[in-house]
């Protein structure tokens, strides 16, 4: 069974920094696209940073230079580094993960259950 768990959100104050990871099980993590994406209240979903199966990676205008996507194949679990937060960066906060290269369509197969993401002016 995948499971795809995050953790690591939490409140900071603008200017801060978090580092949320993403737990991999249940599948072979090596030869997936993984992304990472977050929905505000009142807002669609929108895919913020991804790491293809290929290995190259991609990032939403809106978080480049900022937030910074890796991932740690021996330890089964992504990351998203989170620098110069801005409060309209709060949201929950989504990995995902799929054989298909979907980048940042909403069409993964696997997600995982959010974390929240806060951050105060």
Not at 10 to 19: I, N, Y
Not at 61 to 80: E, M, P
Not at 102 to 107: A, E, H
């Given at each position: 069974q995948v499971q795809l768990?995050?953790?690591?959100?939490?409140s900071v104050?603008?200017?801060?920094s978090?580092?949320l990871?993403?737990a991999?099980?249940g599948?072979?993590?090596?030869?997936?696209?993984?992304g990472?994406?977050?929905?505000a209240p009142g807002k669609e979903r929108?895919?913020?940073?991804?790491?293809?199966?290929y290995g190259?990676?991609?990032?939403a205008d809106?978080?480049?230079?900022r937030?910074t996507?890796?991932?740690?194949n021996?330890?089964?679990?992504?990351?998203?580094?989170?620098?110069?937060l801005?409060?309209?960066?709060t949201?929950?906060?989504?990995?995902?993960a799929d054989?298909?290269?979907?980048?940042?369509?909403?069409?993964?197969?696997?997600?995982?259950?959010?974390?929240q993401?806060?951050v105060?002016?």
């Amino acid at each position: 069974q995948v499971q795809l768990v995050e953790s690591g959100g939490g409140s900071v104050q603008a200017g801060g920094s978090l580092r949320l990871s993403c737990a991999a099980s249940g599948f072979t993590y090596g030869a997936r696209c993984m992304g990472w994406f977050r929905q505000a209240p009142g807002k669609e979903r929108e895919g913020i940073a991804v790491v293809y199966s290929y290995g190259t990676t991609q990032y939403a205008d809106s978080v480049k230079g900022r937030f910074t996507i890796s991932r740690d194949n021996a330890k089964n679990t992504l990351y998203l580094q989170m620098n110069s937060l801005k409060p309209e960066d709060t949201a929950t906060y989504y990995c995902a993960a799929d054989r298909v290269d979907w980048g940042f369509l909403p069409r993964y197969t696997y997600w995982g259950q959010g974390t929240q993401v806060t951050v105060s002016s």
